[in-house]
Protein backbone atom coordinates (compact mmCIF):
# COMPACT_ATOMS: atom_id res chain seq x y z
CA UNK A 1 0.00 0.00 0.00
CA UNK A 2 3.02 2.48 1.01
CA UNK A 3 4.12 1.66 -2.31
CA UNK A 4 1.10 2.73 -4.35
CA UNK A 5 0.69 6.18 -2.45
CA UNK A 6 4.32 6.70 -3.30
CA UNK A 7 4.14 5.49 -6.88
CA UNK A 8 0.96 7.38 -7.08
CA UNK A 9 2.38 11.02 -5.74
CA UNK A 10 5.60 10.21 -7.83
CA UNK A 11 3.61 10.23 -10.69
CA UNK A 12 2.05 13.24 -9.82
CA UNK A 13 4.98 15.34 -9.25
CA UNK A 14 6.07 14.15 -12.55
CA UNK A 15 2.46 15.13 -14.32
CA UNK A 16 2.63 18.93 -12.72
CA UNK A 17 6.64 19.06 -13.86
CA UNK A 18 5.29 17.98 -17.37
CA UNK A 19 1.97 20.24 -17.50
CA UNK A 20 4.35 23.12 -16.31
CA UNK A 21 6.52 22.75 -18.52
CA UNK A 22 3.45 22.88 -21.98
CA UNK A 23 2.68 26.04 -19.89
CA UNK A 24 5.94 27.64 -19.69
CA UNK A 25 6.75 27.04 -23.67
CA UNK A 26 2.87 28.35 -24.17
CA UNK A 27 4.16 31.90 -22.07
CA UNK A 28 0.85 30.99 -19.63
CA UNK A 29 3.64 31.26 -16.41
CA UNK A 30 6.79 32.32 -16.56
CA UNK A 31 8.57 31.66 -12.95
CA UNK A 32 11.59 33.33 -13.66
CA UNK A 33 9.81 37.23 -14.95
CA UNK A 34 6.82 36.78 -13.23
CA UNK A 35 6.98 34.55 -10.46
CA UNK A 36 4.27 37.15 -8.48
CA UNK A 37 1.56 36.65 -11.05
CA UNK A 38 1.37 33.04 -10.51
CA UNK A 39 1.51 33.38 -6.54
CA UNK A 40 -1.32 36.07 -7.26
CA UNK A 41 -3.03 33.51 -9.96
CA UNK A 42 -2.38 30.41 -7.23
CA UNK A 43 -3.91 32.94 -4.41
CA UNK A 44 -7.56 33.64 -6.59
CA UNK A 45 -7.72 29.77 -8.13
CA UNK A 46 -7.86 28.84 -4.37
CA UNK A 47 -10.50 32.11 -3.39
CA UNK A 48 -12.59 31.89 -6.27
CA UNK A 49 -12.42 28.85 -9.00
CA UNK A 50 -11.19 28.97 -12.43
CA UNK A 51 -13.50 31.64 -14.10
CA UNK A 52 -13.23 34.79 -11.65
CA UNK A 53 -9.03 33.34 -11.79
CA UNK A 54 -8.86 33.64 -15.68
CA UNK A 55 -10.65 36.92 -15.52
CA UNK A 56 -8.74 38.56 -13.19
CA UNK A 57 -5.30 37.18 -14.91
CA UNK A 58 -6.93 38.79 -17.92
CA UNK A 59 -7.46 42.17 -16.72
CA UNK A 60 -4.15 42.31 -15.03
CA UNK A 61 -2.59 41.34 -18.85
CA UNK A 62 -5.25 43.76 -20.90
CA UNK A 63 -8.17 44.37 -18.83
CA UNK A 64 -9.87 47.00 -22.15
CA UNK A 65 -9.60 44.15 -24.58
CA UNK A 66 -12.80 42.72 -25.39
CA UNK A 67 -13.82 39.80 -23.56
CA UNK A 68 -16.68 38.23 -25.09
CA UNK A 69 -19.16 38.88 -27.52
CA UNK A 70 -23.11 38.74 -27.80
CA UNK A 71 -26.09 40.21 -29.42
CA UNK A 72 -25.96 42.95 -27.35
CA UNK A 73 -22.44 44.20 -28.16
CA UNK A 74 -19.00 43.79 -26.60
CA UNK A 75 -17.79 43.91 -23.34
CA UNK A 76 -14.36 44.27 -21.87
CA UNK A 77 -12.64 42.24 -19.11
CA UNK A 78 -12.35 45.81 -17.16
CA UNK A 79 -16.41 45.84 -17.72
CA UNK A 80 -17.15 42.03 -17.17
CA UNK A 81 -15.08 42.31 -13.75
CA UNK A 82 -17.37 45.56 -12.36
CA UNK A 83 -20.35 44.28 -13.38
CA UNK A 84 -19.87 41.09 -12.27
CA UNK A 85 -19.20 42.50 -8.78
CA UNK A 86 -22.23 44.38 -9.09
CA UNK A 87 -24.47 41.67 -9.65
CA UNK A 88 -22.62 40.07 -6.50
CA UNK A 89 -23.31 42.87 -4.55
CA UNK A 90 -27.21 42.53 -5.89
CA UNK A 91 -27.74 38.60 -5.47
CA UNK A 92 -26.31 38.68 -1.92
CA UNK A 93 -29.01 41.78 -1.36
CA UNK A 94 -31.53 39.38 -2.17
CA UNK A 95 -30.36 36.63 0.29
CA UNK A 96 -27.62 34.91 -1.71
CA UNK A 97 -24.41 34.28 -0.34
CA UNK A 98 -21.20 32.18 0.15
CA UNK A 99 -22.50 28.01 -0.01
CA UNK A 100 -25.63 29.16 -1.92
CA UNK A 101 -26.69 27.27 -4.59
CA UNK A 102 -27.82 29.05 -7.82
CA UNK A 103 -29.06 27.06 -10.68
CA UNK A 104 -28.06 28.76 -14.18
CA UNK A 105 -30.43 28.10 -17.28
CA UNK A 106 -29.03 30.35 -20.25
CA UNK A 107 -27.84 30.07 -23.47
CA UNK A 108 -25.00 31.43 -24.13
CA UNK A 109 -24.40 35.52 -23.52
CA UNK A 110 -23.35 37.79 -21.41
CA UNK A 111 -25.90 36.89 -18.45
CA UNK A 112 -24.32 33.50 -18.23
CA UNK A 113 -20.69 34.81 -17.90
CA UNK A 114 -22.00 37.45 -15.17
CA UNK A 115 -23.78 34.79 -13.09
CA UNK A 116 -20.63 32.75 -13.45
CA UNK A 117 -18.29 35.11 -12.26
CA UNK A 118 -20.53 36.33 -9.74
CA UNK A 119 -21.19 33.11 -8.32
CA UNK A 120 -17.20 32.60 -8.24
CA UNK A 121 -16.95 35.92 -6.17
CA UNK A 122 -19.86 35.02 -3.75
CA UNK A 123 -18.44 31.53 -2.89
CA UNK A 124 -21.82 29.99 -4.75
CA UNK A 125 -22.27 26.83 -6.15
CA UNK A 126 -23.51 27.19 -9.71
CA UNK A 127 -25.15 24.20 -11.60
CA UNK A 128 -25.51 24.69 -15.24
CA UNK A 129 -28.84 23.55 -16.29
CA UNK A 130 -29.01 22.19 -19.99
CA UNK A 131 -31.30 24.70 -21.68
CA UNK A 132 -33.01 21.69 -23.75
CA UNK A 133 -34.37 20.27 -20.17
CA UNK A 134 -38.05 20.10 -20.03
CA UNK A 135 -40.01 21.44 -16.84
CA UNK A 136 -40.46 18.19 -14.99
CA UNK A 137 -36.95 17.73 -15.93
CA UNK A 138 -35.57 20.94 -14.41
CA UNK A 139 -37.79 20.51 -11.31
CA UNK A 140 -36.14 17.20 -10.78
CA UNK A 141 -32.25 18.44 -10.99
CA UNK A 142 -33.41 21.90 -9.14
CA UNK A 143 -34.25 19.97 -5.99
CA UNK A 144 -31.86 16.88 -5.78
CA UNK A 145 -29.20 19.94 -6.22
CA UNK A 146 -30.97 22.03 -3.42
CA UNK A 147 -31.19 25.07 -6.11
CA UNK A 148 -31.90 28.45 -3.71
CA UNK A 149 -31.90 30.40 -6.76
CA UNK A 150 -32.42 30.74 -10.64
CA UNK A 151 -31.11 32.84 -13.01
CA UNK A 152 -32.45 32.19 -16.10
CA UNK A 153 -33.59 33.61 -19.78
CA UNK A 154 -37.03 35.31 -20.08
CA UNK A 155 -37.53 32.52 -22.79
CA UNK A 156 -37.43 29.84 -20.36
CA UNK A 157 -39.60 31.32 -18.13
CA UNK A 158 -42.57 29.00 -18.76
CA UNK A 159 -40.16 25.79 -18.25
CA UNK A 160 -39.47 26.96 -15.18
CA UNK A 161 -42.76 27.19 -13.98
CA UNK A 162 -42.41 23.77 -12.86
CA UNK A 163 -40.00 25.02 -9.88
CA UNK A 164 -41.42 26.27 -6.97
CA UNK A 165 -42.34 29.71 -6.69
CA UNK A 166 -40.30 29.50 -3.24
CA UNK A 167 -37.14 29.59 -5.58
CA UNK A 168 -36.73 33.31 -6.33
CA UNK A 169 -35.84 34.21 -10.10
CA UNK A 170 -33.02 36.64 -11.88
CA UNK A 171 -33.40 36.96 -15.37
CA UNK A 172 -30.20 36.97 -17.24
CA UNK A 173 -31.55 37.75 -20.84
CA UNK A 174 -34.20 39.28 -22.24
CA UNK A 175 -34.53 40.32 -26.24
CA UNK A 176 -35.10 43.91 -25.63
CA UNK A 177 -33.57 45.25 -22.74
CA UNK A 178 -36.56 48.49 -22.77
CA UNK A 179 -39.22 46.34 -22.10
CA UNK A 180 -40.15 45.83 -18.06
CA UNK A 181 -40.44 42.60 -17.23
CA UNK A 182 -41.24 43.38 -13.77
CA UNK A 183 -41.83 41.46 -11.09
CA UNK A 184 -38.73 39.47 -12.07
CA UNK A 185 -36.06 41.38 -11.51
CA UNK A 186 -33.72 41.43 -14.18
CA UNK A 187 -29.24 41.13 -14.19
CA UNK A 188 -29.24 44.40 -15.61
CA UNK A 189 -31.20 46.21 -12.86
CA UNK A 190 -29.47 44.19 -10.06
CA UNK A 191 -25.59 45.61 -11.74
CA UNK A 192 -27.48 49.19 -11.85
CA UNK A 193 -28.27 49.02 -8.36
CA UNK A 194 -25.31 48.22 -6.52
CA UNK A 195 -22.25 49.44 -6.47
CA UNK A 196 -19.02 47.34 -8.13
CA UNK A 197 -16.75 47.42 -5.38
CA UNK A 198 -14.80 44.40 -4.62
CA UNK A 199 -16.21 41.42 -2.20
CA UNK A 200 -14.89 40.38 1.26
CA UNK A 201 -13.20 37.15 -0.24
CA UNK A 202 -15.13 33.82 0.70
CA UNK A 203 -13.97 31.27 2.59
CA UNK A 204 -13.57 28.32 -0.26
CA UNK A 205 -15.01 28.45 -3.76
CA UNK A 206 -18.22 27.73 -4.25
CA UNK A 207 -17.56 25.31 -8.04
CA UNK A 208 -19.61 24.54 -10.44
CA UNK A 209 -21.61 21.66 -11.27
CA UNK A 210 -22.00 20.42 -14.89
CA UNK A 211 -24.70 17.79 -15.46
CA UNK A 212 -24.02 15.10 -17.70
CA UNK A 213 -25.95 14.63 -20.80
CA UNK A 214 -28.99 12.23 -19.56
CA UNK A 215 -28.96 10.73 -22.71
CA UNK A 216 -30.13 7.22 -20.77
CA UNK A 217 -31.87 8.99 -17.53
CA UNK A 218 -32.31 11.51 -15.44
CA UNK A 219 -28.81 13.92 -15.84
CA UNK A 220 -26.37 13.44 -13.03
CA UNK A 221 -24.78 16.65 -11.31
CA UNK A 222 -20.46 16.51 -11.86
CA UNK A 223 -19.24 19.13 -9.47
CA UNK A 224 -15.92 20.85 -10.83
CA UNK A 225 -14.26 22.31 -7.55
CA UNK A 226 -10.68 21.33 -8.45
CA UNK A 227 -8.51 23.72 -10.11
CA UNK A 228 -5.66 22.97 -11.62
CA UNK A 229 -3.10 23.92 -14.44
CA UNK A 230 -3.18 20.44 -15.77
CA UNK A 231 -6.64 21.04 -17.53
CA UNK A 232 -4.84 24.39 -19.56
CA UNK A 233 -1.88 21.85 -19.95
CA UNK A 234 -4.20 18.83 -21.28
CA UNK A 235 -5.22 20.88 -24.35
CA UNK A 236 -2.25 23.21 -25.27
CA UNK A 237 -0.09 19.86 -24.77
CA UNK A 238 -1.63 19.04 -28.42
CA UNK A 239 -3.58 21.59 -29.78
CA UNK A 240 -1.95 25.18 -31.37
CA UNK A 241 -4.69 27.36 -29.70
CA UNK A 242 -3.56 30.95 -30.99
CA UNK A 243 -3.50 33.98 -28.88
CA UNK A 244 -4.75 37.48 -28.12
CA UNK A 245 -7.27 36.61 -31.14
CA UNK A 246 -10.73 35.52 -31.61
CA UNK A 247 -12.90 31.93 -30.58
CA UNK A 248 -16.11 31.42 -32.04
CA UNK A 249 -17.75 29.55 -29.49
CA UNK A 250 -20.77 27.76 -30.86
CA UNK A 251 -20.98 25.10 -28.19
CA UNK A 252 -22.79 25.97 -25.32
CA UNK A 253 -21.16 26.69 -22.05
CA UNK A 254 -23.42 25.17 -20.15
CA UNK A 255 -20.99 21.81 -20.61
CA UNK A 256 -17.74 21.14 -20.39
CA UNK A 257 -16.83 21.56 -24.24
CA UNK A 258 -17.91 25.06 -23.99
CA UNK A 259 -17.04 26.24 -20.58
CA UNK A 260 -13.33 24.73 -20.87
CA UNK A 261 -12.85 26.23 -23.60
CA UNK A 262 -14.24 29.28 -22.59
CA UNK A 263 -12.41 29.07 -19.89
CA UNK A 264 -9.09 28.27 -21.80
CA UNK A 265 -9.57 31.11 -24.68
CA UNK A 266 -9.74 33.83 -21.69
CA UNK A 267 -6.67 32.82 -20.17
CA UNK A 268 -4.97 33.03 -23.71
CA UNK A 269 -6.30 36.55 -24.19
CA UNK A 270 -8.81 35.52 -26.50
CA UNK A 271 -12.41 37.12 -27.23
CA UNK A 272 -15.46 34.99 -27.40
CA UNK A 273 -17.94 35.58 -29.91
CA UNK A 274 -21.08 33.75 -28.44
CA UNK A 275 -23.15 32.04 -31.23
CA UNK A 276 -26.29 32.88 -28.90
CA UNK A 277 -29.71 30.81 -29.31
CA UNK A 278 -30.25 27.85 -31.53
CA UNK A 279 -27.44 26.93 -33.78
CA UNK A 280 -27.23 28.64 -37.53
CA UNK A 281 -24.46 26.58 -39.50
CA UNK A 282 -24.49 30.13 -42.10
CA UNK A 283 -24.16 32.63 -39.28
CA UNK A 284 -20.99 30.57 -37.56
CA UNK A 285 -19.02 30.64 -40.99
CA UNK A 286 -20.19 34.25 -41.52
CA UNK A 287 -18.74 35.32 -37.95
CA UNK A 288 -15.50 33.34 -39.18
CA UNK A 289 -15.32 35.62 -41.54
CA UNK A 290 -16.90 38.27 -40.55
CA UNK A 291 -14.07 38.18 -37.18
CA UNK A 292 -11.38 35.77 -38.76
CA UNK A 293 -11.61 33.84 -36.20
CA UNK A 294 -8.63 31.79 -35.78
CA UNK A 295 -10.35 29.02 -33.39
CA UNK A 296 -13.70 27.60 -33.69
CA UNK A 297 -15.39 25.31 -30.92
CA UNK A 298 -18.39 23.08 -31.59
CA UNK A 299 -19.73 19.57 -30.93
CA UNK A 300 -19.42 16.84 -34.27
CA UNK A 301 -23.14 17.77 -34.83
CA UNK A 302 -22.63 21.26 -35.54
CA UNK A 303 -19.91 20.71 -37.57
CA UNK A 304 -21.99 17.84 -39.70
CA UNK A 305 -24.23 20.68 -40.22
CA UNK A 306 -21.84 22.94 -41.53
CA UNK A 307 -19.92 20.39 -44.22
CA UNK A 308 -23.57 19.09 -44.98
CA UNK A 309 -24.29 22.83 -46.32
CA UNK A 310 -22.32 22.01 -49.34
CA UNK A 311 -19.18 22.79 -51.48
CA UNK A 312 -21.21 26.16 -52.85
CA UNK A 313 -22.34 27.78 -49.61
CA UNK A 314 -18.92 27.37 -48.15
CA UNK A 315 -16.98 28.58 -50.84
CA UNK A 316 -19.40 31.78 -50.39
CA UNK A 317 -17.42 32.43 -46.75
CA UNK A 318 -13.74 33.51 -45.97
CA UNK A 319 -12.64 30.78 -43.64
CA UNK A 320 -8.76 30.87 -44.44
CA UNK A 321 -8.03 32.26 -40.91
CA UNK A 322 -9.00 28.81 -39.02
CA UNK A 323 -6.51 27.76 -37.39
CA UNK A 324 -8.33 25.24 -34.83
CA UNK A 325 -11.27 24.08 -35.07
CA UNK A 326 -11.88 22.40 -31.64
CA UNK A 327 -14.63 19.08 -31.68
CA UNK A 328 -15.78 17.34 -28.93
CA UNK A 329 -18.57 16.01 -27.03
CA UNK A 330 -19.74 13.13 -29.37
CA UNK A 331 -18.23 10.34 -31.54
CA UNK A 332 -16.81 12.46 -34.88
CA UNK A 333 -16.96 9.62 -37.71
CA UNK A 334 -14.23 9.00 -40.57
CA UNK A 335 -16.49 10.57 -42.65
CA UNK A 336 -17.05 14.13 -40.75
CA UNK A 337 -13.08 14.16 -40.55
CA UNK A 338 -12.99 13.65 -43.75
CA UNK A 339 -15.20 16.28 -45.12
CA UNK A 340 -14.20 18.57 -42.75
CA UNK A 341 -10.51 18.11 -43.47
CA UNK A 342 -11.59 18.73 -47.41
CA UNK A 343 -13.68 22.05 -46.22
CA UNK A 344 -11.46 23.98 -43.87
CA UNK A 345 -7.75 22.08 -44.19
CA UNK A 346 -5.92 20.27 -41.41
CA UNK A 347 -6.99 22.15 -38.60
CA UNK A 348 -9.40 19.29 -37.07
CA UNK A 349 -8.72 18.10 -33.39
CA UNK A 350 -11.10 15.90 -31.95
CA UNK A 351 -11.20 16.09 -28.06
CA UNK A 352 -11.84 12.22 -26.05
CA UNK A 353 -13.16 13.56 -22.56
CA UNK A 354 -16.20 13.16 -20.23
CA UNK A 355 -18.00 14.80 -17.82
CA UNK A 356 -16.77 12.77 -15.02
CA UNK A 357 -13.27 11.95 -16.00
CA UNK A 358 -12.47 14.89 -17.52
CA UNK A 359 -9.56 15.11 -20.81
CA UNK A 360 -8.72 11.45 -21.84
CA UNK A 361 -7.29 11.96 -25.39
CA UNK A 362 -6.59 14.52 -28.27
CA UNK A 363 -6.60 13.30 -32.17
CA UNK A 364 -4.33 15.94 -33.96
CA UNK A 365 -5.15 16.36 -37.78
CA UNK A 366 -2.00 14.14 -38.22
CA UNK A 367 -3.91 11.43 -36.20
CA UNK A 368 -6.87 11.73 -38.32
CA UNK A 369 -6.10 11.72 -41.28
CA UNK A 370 -3.19 8.43 -40.66
CA UNK A 371 -6.47 6.73 -38.55
CA UNK A 372 -9.62 8.05 -39.67
CA UNK A 373 -11.76 7.65 -36.52
CA UNK A 374 -9.41 7.79 -34.08
CA UNK A 375 -9.27 9.94 -30.71
CA UNK A 376 -5.77 10.06 -30.77
CA UNK A 377 -3.51 10.12 -27.46
CA UNK A 378 -3.57 11.22 -23.80
CA UNK A 379 -1.91 14.45 -23.74
CA UNK A 380 0.06 15.13 -20.32
CA UNK A 381 -1.22 13.86 -17.09
CA UNK A 382 -3.65 11.48 -18.93
CA UNK A 383 -3.48 8.05 -18.39
CA UNK A 384 -6.02 5.61 -20.89
CA UNK A 385 -6.12 1.40 -20.01
CA UNK A 386 -8.59 -1.35 -21.39
CA UNK A 387 -9.92 -3.90 -19.55
CA UNK A 388 -12.00 -6.95 -20.11
CA UNK A 389 -15.18 -8.21 -18.50
CA UNK A 390 -13.10 -9.69 -15.28
CA UNK A 391 -11.37 -6.51 -15.27
CA UNK A 392 -7.88 -7.69 -16.37
CA UNK A 393 -5.24 -5.14 -17.97
CA UNK A 394 -5.21 -5.50 -22.23
CA UNK A 395 -2.40 -4.47 -23.60
CA UNK A 396 -2.37 -5.67 -27.29
CA UNK A 397 -3.86 -4.10 -30.09
CA UNK A 398 -7.07 -4.09 -31.29
CA UNK A 399 -8.79 -5.77 -28.73
CA UNK A 400 -11.82 -4.20 -27.51
CA UNK A 401 -12.25 -3.51 -23.46
CA UNK A 402 -13.95 -1.44 -21.65
CA UNK A 403 -11.79 1.92 -20.86
CA UNK A 404 -10.74 3.43 -17.72
CA UNK A 405 -8.90 7.09 -17.44
CA UNK A 406 -6.90 8.64 -14.91
CA UNK A 407 -6.32 13.03 -15.70
CA UNK A 408 -6.05 14.07 -12.60
CA UNK A 409 -9.04 16.14 -13.18
CA UNK A 410 -11.72 13.35 -12.61
CA UNK A 411 -14.32 14.05 -10.28
CA UNK A 412 -15.00 13.16 -6.88
CA UNK A 413 -18.33 11.29 -7.32
CA UNK A 414 -22.16 12.83 -8.45
CA UNK A 415 -23.13 15.52 -5.91
CA UNK A 416 -26.28 12.40 -5.14
CA UNK A 417 -23.61 10.32 -3.44
CA UNK A 418 -23.13 7.77 -7.03
CA UNK A 419 -19.55 7.36 -8.43
CA UNK A 420 -18.22 5.49 -11.13
CA UNK A 421 -16.04 2.36 -11.10
CA UNK A 422 -12.46 2.93 -10.71
CA UNK A 423 -9.93 -0.15 -11.56
CA UNK A 424 -6.29 0.83 -10.55
CA UNK A 425 -6.44 4.53 -9.82
CA UNK A 426 -8.45 4.84 -12.59
CA UNK A 427 -12.22 5.97 -13.63
CA UNK A 428 -14.03 4.27 -15.83
CA UNK A 429 -15.59 5.86 -18.78
CA UNK A 430 -18.18 3.66 -19.70
CA UNK A 431 -17.12 3.82 -23.26
CA UNK A 432 -15.60 0.74 -24.66
CA UNK A 433 -12.51 0.62 -27.48
CA UNK A 434 -9.42 -0.15 -28.23
CA UNK A 435 -5.55 0.68 -29.37
CA UNK A 436 -4.06 0.35 -32.77
CA UNK A 437 -0.65 -0.77 -33.28
CA UNK A 438 0.71 3.02 -33.34
CA UNK A 439 -0.84 3.57 -29.75
CA UNK A 440 -3.87 5.73 -30.78
CA UNK A 441 -7.26 5.05 -29.28
CA UNK A 442 -10.42 4.38 -31.06
CA UNK A 443 -14.29 4.55 -29.34
CA UNK A 444 -16.20 1.34 -30.26
CA UNK A 445 -19.30 2.37 -28.28
CA UNK A 446 -20.75 3.05 -25.20
CA UNK A 447 -20.67 0.04 -23.00
CA UNK A 448 -24.52 -0.07 -22.31
CA UNK A 449 -25.16 0.20 -25.72
CA UNK A 450 -23.94 -3.21 -27.47
CA UNK A 451 -26.52 -5.46 -28.52
CA UNK A 452 -26.24 -9.54 -27.97
CA UNK A 453 -28.10 -10.65 -31.49
CA UNK A 454 -27.88 -14.19 -31.72
CA UNK A 455 -24.82 -14.25 -29.33
CA UNK A 456 -23.04 -12.03 -31.39
CA UNK A 457 -21.54 -8.66 -30.00
CA UNK A 458 -22.75 -5.24 -32.47
CA UNK A 459 -21.38 -1.99 -30.85
CA UNK A 460 -23.91 0.64 -33.07
CA UNK A 461 -20.77 3.35 -33.62
CA UNK A 462 -19.80 0.92 -36.34
CA UNK A 463 -22.70 0.53 -38.22
CA UNK A 464 -23.49 3.96 -38.18
CA UNK A 465 -19.96 4.91 -39.26
CA UNK A 466 -20.18 3.02 -42.17
CA UNK A 467 -23.94 4.47 -43.21
CA UNK A 468 -23.02 7.95 -42.88
CA UNK A 469 -19.89 7.42 -45.38
CA UNK A 470 -22.53 7.28 -48.29
CA UNK A 471 -23.53 10.74 -49.38
CA UNK A 472 -27.30 10.04 -49.50
CA UNK A 473 -26.93 9.73 -45.64
CA UNK A 474 -27.01 12.60 -43.43
CA UNK A 475 -27.39 10.59 -39.96
CA UNK A 476 -27.90 7.43 -38.39
CA UNK A 477 -28.62 5.52 -35.73
CA UNK A 478 -28.83 1.79 -35.08
CA UNK A 479 -30.76 0.11 -31.84
CA UNK A 480 -31.05 -3.33 -30.57
CA UNK A 481 -35.11 -4.02 -30.17
CA UNK A 482 -36.16 -7.64 -28.79
CA UNK A 483 -36.61 -10.19 -31.15
CA UNK A 484 -38.00 -13.77 -30.51
CA UNK A 485 -35.38 -15.87 -32.45
CA UNK A 486 -32.11 -13.57 -31.87
CA UNK A 487 -32.77 -12.29 -28.15
CA UNK A 488 -32.13 -8.68 -30.04
CA UNK A 489 -31.94 -7.70 -33.83
CA UNK A 490 -30.82 -4.17 -35.50
CA UNK A 491 -33.03 -1.64 -36.16
CA UNK A 492 -31.42 1.16 -38.42
CA UNK A 493 -32.45 5.09 -38.27
CA UNK A 494 -31.43 6.53 -41.12
CA UNK A 495 -31.93 10.44 -42.23
CA UNK A 496 -31.46 10.62 -46.46
CA UNK A 497 -29.69 13.56 -47.83
CA UNK A 498 -32.02 16.17 -48.90
CA UNK A 499 -34.01 15.07 -52.11
CA UNK A 500 -33.33 11.30 -51.74
CA UNK A 501 -35.10 8.30 -51.21
CA UNK A 502 -33.63 5.52 -50.36
CA UNK A 503 -35.29 2.21 -50.07
CA UNK A 504 -35.00 -0.08 -46.75
CA UNK A 505 -33.39 -3.51 -48.74
CA UNK A 506 -30.82 -1.33 -50.27
CA UNK A 507 -29.55 0.11 -46.89
CA UNK A 508 -29.83 -3.71 -45.55
CA UNK A 509 -27.79 -4.47 -49.05
CA UNK A 510 -25.14 -1.86 -48.16
CA UNK A 511 -24.32 -3.14 -44.59
CA UNK A 512 -24.28 -7.05 -45.85
CA UNK A 513 -21.46 -5.96 -48.15
CA UNK A 514 -19.37 -4.38 -46.13
CA UNK A 515 -19.91 -5.99 -42.56
CA UNK A 516 -20.71 -9.32 -41.18
CA UNK A 517 -24.47 -10.52 -41.54
CA UNK A 518 -25.35 -10.13 -37.64
CA UNK A 519 -24.32 -6.51 -37.75
CA UNK A 520 -27.00 -6.02 -40.67
CA UNK A 521 -30.17 -4.59 -39.22
CA UNK A 522 -33.27 -5.80 -39.82
CA UNK A 523 -35.46 -3.11 -39.68
CA UNK A 524 -34.85 0.23 -41.29
CA UNK A 525 -36.58 3.36 -40.38
CA UNK A 526 -36.23 6.59 -42.91
CA UNK A 527 -36.67 9.96 -40.58
CA UNK A 528 -36.30 13.48 -41.31
CA UNK A 529 -34.11 14.42 -37.94
CA UNK A 530 -32.65 11.99 -35.57
CA UNK A 531 -33.26 13.01 -31.53
CA UNK A 532 -30.45 14.76 -29.88
CA UNK A 533 -30.17 17.02 -27.25
CA UNK A 534 -28.88 20.76 -26.81
CA UNK A 535 -25.08 19.79 -26.70
CA UNK A 536 -25.90 16.79 -29.77
CA UNK A 537 -25.66 13.79 -28.37
CA UNK A 538 -28.10 11.50 -29.74
CA UNK A 539 -30.86 10.38 -27.75
CA UNK A 540 -30.77 6.79 -28.08
CA UNK A 541 -33.75 6.40 -25.73
CA UNK A 542 -36.15 8.50 -27.95
CA UNK A 543 -35.55 5.56 -30.56
CA UNK A 544 -36.65 3.31 -28.12
CA UNK A 545 -39.62 4.62 -27.20
CA UNK A 546 -40.40 5.76 -30.90
CA UNK A 547 -43.80 4.32 -32.68
CA UNK A 548 -43.17 1.95 -35.58
CA UNK A 549 -45.49 1.20 -37.68
Known amino acids: MLRKKLSEAARSVSDS ?129 QVGALLLDEEFLVTAAAVPDSVPRVLTWVPDPSVDPAPVPTVDKLIAAHPAGELPTPDRPGGVVILTSGTTGMPKGAPRDKVSPLLSAQFLDRIPFPEADTVIMAAPIFHGTGLSQFSLGWALGNAIVFQQGRFDARRVLADIARYRAKTLVLVPTMLQRIVDLGDDVLAEYDTSSLEVIFAAGSSLSPDLGRRAAEAFGDVLYNLYASTEVAVAAVATPEDLRAAPGTVGRPPVGCRVALYDERRRRITEPDRVGTIFVSSGLSFAGYTDGGHKEIVDGLLCSGDVGHFDSDGRLFIDGRDDDMIVSGGENVYPLEVENLLVERPDVLEAAVIGVDDRDFGKRLRAFVVPAEGITLEEQEVRDYVKAHLARHKVPRDVIFLTELPRNATGKLMRRNLYEAEVG
Not at 87 to 97: K, R
Not at 102 to 114: E, F, K, N, P, S
Open 17 to 145: WAAAGVLRRRGMIDPVRRPAEIVRTMRDAAAYGPFVTVLRQARRRAGGSVAIVDAHGELTFDELDEQSNALAHGLTALGIGPGAVVAALCRDHRGMVLTLLAGGKLGARVVLMNTGFAGPQLAAVAERE
